[in-house]
Structures are given as structure tokens and as C-alpha cells.
């Protein structure tokens, strides 16, 4: 696990600079902390800050063939590396070190560009072809690692961070507003867009090439779901198969050098790993979860991680955030992520980041389940979009403007506005929006070009005519999977545990079991009501009911409970009147009507808030100010931390501690 960036010049002119790349690595050492190398040649210069996973020792990068003339820096693990490897040798290829990196170059020496499609794994990587003088670069198929491409002049550069990039001379932060409007309205930046005017991603299962006759960006993989009919006959030979396809993505991602361990939320996904896990590691299994201050309204997930931890005998630590740990990580988190996500949750993720890091330096998550196998509540719903489909305009119009009037109801008002919408790429973005195409008139300023008119919809349609799935549940799930898991779960998950310089490895999305999945029946996925069906059915083999049947929850934090008591005033500072005015990009009267709206207690505007809060916070971190490297492996307490194994508890220093 690394971080890369580089720089390429396609026509003859001043040679790359160590020093500039140099910094560009230096900004993203969190990525990497334990090594830094770079190959710097005339117009080229690659460099990679390493976390050594696999081959501790001698997993050194840049990483070459035998004659020099492919070289090769990589983010991320390619789990099948030892067949790939063992077919190598045979194939009269000397390999000089035991890492992961090096089968990729001499792959690359007989394929070219296609070698990617031999890889199992998660990664980012760029290669030199010294023949060919040619740069390639690709990201994983589903996007687990972030790559991100911009021109600065005649100069192509890249980086696994935006803000490596930005430490070109001559790379400006500028706000890109049509990424703001679809930010707006998705709570995320679509790719190929990001927050930054001129800084691109690269999408997941795309390659990129650029020598001297230009770039070209290629797809080399898709999600399809063209057998959605199912290769089996019976639920048992479904569920078999997804059984066995767990169990193998589970042991290759068992694969490393360091210690490990799981996050643990206490839902189907997470246990399940952990489960299979706990049968084949040979010690307890290091777990760790997050909870919050307690609310009179809500629970948190803890006590269902500590069933499973307790039925599995798991070393099991947790993290409880406060409302002033939210306020303290604020700043930090916006600047990991490098451009805002409008979820509370990042806040979570960088916490139980931070504490597995304390002891482990790979940990396996859950990431991934909703959206293969149908998991969140939008999904059933929208089964009863025929029904709306029927109904007059104005009779939309009345059910919106009535539910408007009434306090609370949250879910229920979300979704009469998805299914109020006139289409189906209008309904999926009005399914989980930050703002719905009714406050977006009253929110934004007008006379911004660009802001007003959202394009989120368009970036669905688009997405929507890459899919060969004909089912409407199978179209939902190709759209959260390419959009919502890439470019917000994925992308939060692998920002936030690489700030604590910690591995995140998710097996749920082996690219194998993503193809069996989307061969599953929509039956399969949503029987009746029951979400994850098979998953559900292969878990009951290792949970119990309790879990598997639990609500799902996500990070329930107590957001809207902590804006309008312990941090209100932090809700001020940054919403304020005078500074929203100041921005320019929103109606001022608008936000507070929110804010008093949301301290009254009317309304649970909560993530609403956040979302702009979010926004104006990565205007002072990037746009305001120069993003310089910062101390990001230094630990910020947040806990107290509890670890326990069903004992009684003791206490070590400022830590509340439970061994077994």
C-alpha cells in the first residue's frame, strides 16, 4: 500500500525535477511512511511513498524488469501475486524480490497494457516504458484506490491525491462549480469530475496511456449483469457458490507481512468477514469499532459488534467520538479526503482508522454488500414507482407540498420526493440527495453560472447507458456501484484509513464475486422485503439471527442532537450569515432559516448542515490557503479507547481498557 504520483512531458523541453517530485510525494507521506523511492529520467519522473504490507524487506519501488526498460510504481495489493508469480518463473522471468509490485512489470513486458486484466486486487498504478516512451497508468475495476490525472501547461502530472498535484508550480486550486452543483445534489463528486477545475479521476476499470502521439483513456472492465437470469437452478447452488467465492476472496486477503485485523460494525457484511476470518487465522482476530456519546433518541452499533466479537473470541478495541472530537477532526478529515463528502460518517471512519492503526497495519472492512446484493431501503422502494408513474403532476405536487408542512419524517418525505420524480435516473438521484431540486432554487446563488442548474440526473443518464442490465433493480445497483460505492464509500474508506498510514482491504469486491453477482436473479438480491437475500442465507450459517436480522444502521451519529446543543456554536461560526455572503455561492437567508430550523428542533437538518459546512470548510483548506504537507501520521486522541475480551475492566492510563 503507497501512495504514487508523477510527471510526464510529451515534447522535448526542460527535464523533470527531482525536487518537484519530491514534494509531490512528501504531501501524501502519510500514504506511505516507512519508504520513498523515484526514477527520474529527462521527460519522465515517477515516485512512490511505500507502507510495506508484502515484502517487508524488499519490496522496494520503483520496481524494473530485468533490462531497466519497464519500470513500475503501484499503489494497492495485487492478492493473486504468488500464481501469477510461480507462472512467471516458468516462464523463464527472473524475479528479484518476493512483492507483489514486480509481477506487474514482467506481466507488462509480455502484455502491454492488457496485463491488467491478470490482476486480483485493488491498485493504482503507473508504468514507464523506456522502448516504447510511453507512460501508462490504470486504476482497479471497481475503484478501491483513487488516481487522479491533470494537464499544468505542456505537463501531464498524477497522483494517488489531489493534493500532490496541487504541489505542481503552475497546478492552481480552483473551484470547479459544476462539480459543486452535482455535490449538491449527490452528497459526492461524480468522476470523471473532482472539486478542483482542470484535476480529473480516473474512473474505476480505466486505463490511461500518453506518449508522443497524446493520451487516450480506455475502459477495460465493466460490471455486467447480461446473465441476471443465473447460471443455477436452486437457492442451495446460489448459495454454495457465493459461500466458496467469500471464503477464497477472504483468505487472499488474508495475504501479508504485518499484523491485521477487521472493522467491525456489528452488520451481516462486516460479521460475516469476521466470521470466516476467526476459521482461518490460527490467533484472535483484532477487531475494531466506533461508537458516540449516548442520545436519548439512539442507540449506537457497539453492542451488536461486541456479540459478534463475543461469539468469535475477538480482540476487540473500540473508539467513542464526542462532540468536541467531531469539531477537533473537522479540518483534518477535509483535508485527507481532498475534497468534500457530505456524510458525518468520515468523521467516524477516520476515528476507528486512527485506533486499528495503533495496533495493526491492514485491516479487512465491509464495504461493498448494499450494493451487490440490494441492501438499502431504496431498493424495495422503488417497486412502487409504477404506481406514481400514473399520477397527475398536480397531485405529485399536492403529496410534496403537504409533507413538506409536517415536522420530521424524514425517510417517508425522501421518498415521495424519489418517487414524485419523472424518470428513473431523476428518482435515483432524489433516493439518497443532499439537497432535492426544490431546496437547491432556494439554496444556491443564481447569478453563479452553473450552480443553478443541477446535472446531477444527466450524470445518471449517462452512467445509466453503459449498463446491459434490462431489470430495475440491476439498474439501480450498476449505478450505485460505479458512482456511490467509487466515488463516496470507496473513496471515504481508503482517504481516511491512509491518513492513519493503515491498509483497507475489502473482499466483498473481489472482481469474481462481483461478476457472480451481477449473474444473480433480482430474487436473489430483494425477495419480498428482505434485503441481501442470498448474502443473508450464507450468513445464517455462521451468525446468529440477532445479527442477521438487525436493522440496518450505518454510523448512526448524533449529529442532529450535537448541532443543536454541544457544538451549535460551531454550526454558527461556519454558516454564518456574514459568511456565507462572503462565499457568494448561496442564499444567506436560506442557511439560517436551516440553522434556527434545526436548533428549534422543527427539523433534523443535521446532514444538510454538514454538507455545507463540508463545503465551506475545504474552501479555507484548499481554495483559501496552500495545501502543504502536514503531520497527518501524528495520533489526535479521540476515544477513550476500550478493548475487552469479556472481562472485567481495568484501566491504563488515560485509557479505558478491557484485555482478555
Given amino acids: 500500500m503507497c501512495g504514487i504520483s508523477g510527471i510526464y512531458r510529451s515534447d522535448v523541453g526542460p527535464p523533470v525535477e527531482r525536487r518537484i517530485l519530491s514534494g509531490m510525494l512528501d504531501v501524501i507521506r502519510h500514504r506511505g511512511p516507512d519508504d520513498e523511492g523515484m526514477y527520474v529520467a529527462d521527460q519522465i519522473g515517477i515516485g512512490m511513498r511505500r507502507l510495506s504490507i508484502i515484502d517487508v524487506e524488499g519490496g522496494h519501488q520503483p520496481i524494473t524488469n530485468e533490462d531497466g526498460s519497464v519500470i513500475v510504481v503501484f499503489n494497492g495489493e495485487i492478492y493473486n501475486y504468488r500464481e501469477l508469480a510461480d507462472q512467471l518463473r516458468s516462464r523463464g522471468h527472473q524475479l528479484a524480490t518476493f512483492s507483489d509490485t514486480e509481477v506487474i512489470v514482467h506481466l507488462y513486458e509480455e502484455l502491454g497494457p492488457e496485463c491488467v486484466h491478470q490482476f486480483r486486487g485493488m491498485f493504482g498504478l503507473a508504468i514507464w516504458d523506456k522502448k516504447q516512451q510511453r507512460l ?41 462549480i459544476d462539480a459543486i452543483s452535482n455535490y449538491l445534489s449527490l452528497k459526492y463528486v461524480p468522476s470523471p469530475q473532482t472539486m478542483f477545475a482542470g484535476i480529473h479521476s480516473l474512473p474505476p476499470g480505466h486505463t490511461l496511456t500518453y506518449d ?43 495475504r501479508s507481512d504485518v499484523p491485521f485485523g477487521a472493522f467491525l460494525s456489528g452488520g451481516v457484511d462486516s460479521s460475516i468477514i469476521v466470521a470466516l476470518m476467526s476459521q482461518m487465522l490460527d490467533e484472535p482476530v483484532k477487531t475494531f469499532s466506533v461508537g458516540f456519546d449516548r442520545t436519548k433518541r439512539r442507540q449506537d452499533e457497539l453492542p451488536y459488534a461486541r456479540l459478534v466479537s463475543e461469539q468469535f473470541k475477538t480482540q476487540h478495541h473500540e473508539v467513542i467520538m464526542r462532540p468536541e472530537d467531531f469539531v477537533s477532526l473537522a479540518e483534518k478529515v477535509i483535508w485527507h479526503l481532498d475534497q468534500p463528502i457530505a456524510d458525518q460518517a468520515t468523521m467516524a471512519t477516520y476515528a476507528v482508522s486512527q485506533l486499528a492503526a495503533q495496533h495493526v497495519k491492514m485491516v479487512l472492512t465491509g464495504e461493498g454488500g448494499d450494493e451487490l446484493f440490494a441492501g438499502y431501503a431504496r431498493y424495495p422502494g422503488e417497486r412502487m414507482s409504477p404506481l406514481f408513474n400514473f399520477m397527475p403532476r398536480p397531485l405529485k405536487s399536492t403529496i410534496l407540498a403537504l409533507a413538506g408542512r409536517i415536522p420530521q419524517m424524514d ?127 450464507v450468513a445464517r450459517r455462521y451468525l446468529p439471527d440477532k445479527i442477521v436480522d438487525r436493522k440496518k444502521e450505518g454510523f448512526p451519529i448524533p449529529i442532529n442532537d450535537w448541532f443543536r446543543g454541544p457544538i451549535r456554536s460551531y454550526v454558527r461560526d461556519l454558516l454564518s450569515p456574514d459568511t456565507i455572503q462572503r462565499r457568494g455561492l448561496f442564499n444567506p437567508a436560506f442557511v439560517e432559516r436551516f440553522v434556527q430550523e434545526q436548533e428549534s428542533g422543527f427539523g433534523d437538518h443535521g446532514a444538510l448542515l454538514w454538507g455545507l459546512i463540508s463545503l465551506e470548510q475545504w474552501h479555507r483548506v484548499f481554495i483559501d490557503s496552500t495545501p502543504t504537507p502536514r503531520e497527518s501520521v501524528t495520533p489526535v486522541t479521540v476515544a477513550p479507547v476500550r478493548e475487552y475480551a469479556a472481562t472485567p475492566l481495568s484501566y491504563s492510563g488515560q485509557m479505558e481498557v478491557r484485555k482478555g
Fill in 136 to 176: 501508462f497508468i490504470a486504476r482497479d475495476r471497481l475503484g478501491v484506490k483513487p488516481l487522479y490525472y491533470a494537464h499544468a501547461g505542456d505537463t501531464f502530472v498524477f497522483g494517488s491525491e489531489i493534493k500532490s498535484l496541487l504541489q505542481y508550480p503552475g497546478m492552481s486550486a480552483t473551484p470547479n
Fill in 411 to 537: 425517510r417517508a418525505k425522501l421518498a415521495l420526493n424519489a418517487l414524485c420524480q419523472r424518470d428513473e435516473a431523476s428518482r435515483m438521484v432524489h433516493w439518497f440527495p443532499l439537497f432535492n431540486d426544490e431546496m437547491r432554487g432556494e439554496l444556491v446563488n443564481r447569478s453563479v453560472a452553473g450552480l443553478e442548474s443541477g446535472s446531477a440526473a444527466a450524470v445518471f443518464r449517462d452512467c445509466l447507458k453503459q449498463t446491459d442490465a434490462r431489470h430495475p433493480l440491476n439498474r439501480m445497483l450498476y449505478v450505485d456501484t460505479k458512482l456511490w460505492l467509487s466515488d463516496f464509500l470507496l473513496l471515504r474508506g481508503d482517504k481516511l484509513s491512509m491518513a492513519n498510514s493503515l491498509e483497507a482491504r475489502v473482499p466483498l469486491l473481489d472482481h469474481k464475486l462481483v461478476e457472480f453477482a451481477g449473474t444473480l436473479p433480482p430474487r436473489m438480491k430483494l425477495k419480498g422485503m428482505m434485503r441481501k437475500y442470498l448474502l443473508k442465507k
Fill in 212 to 254: 508522443r502521439n497524446g493520451m487516450r483513456i480506455e475502459k477495460y472492465w465493466d460490471v455486467s449483469f447480461q446473465g441476471e437470469n443465473g447460471p443455477f437452478q436452486s437457492e442451495e447452488e446460489y448459495a454454495e457458490r457465493l459461500d466458496a467465492l467469500l471464503r477464497e476472496s477472504v483468505k487472499l486477503r488474508l
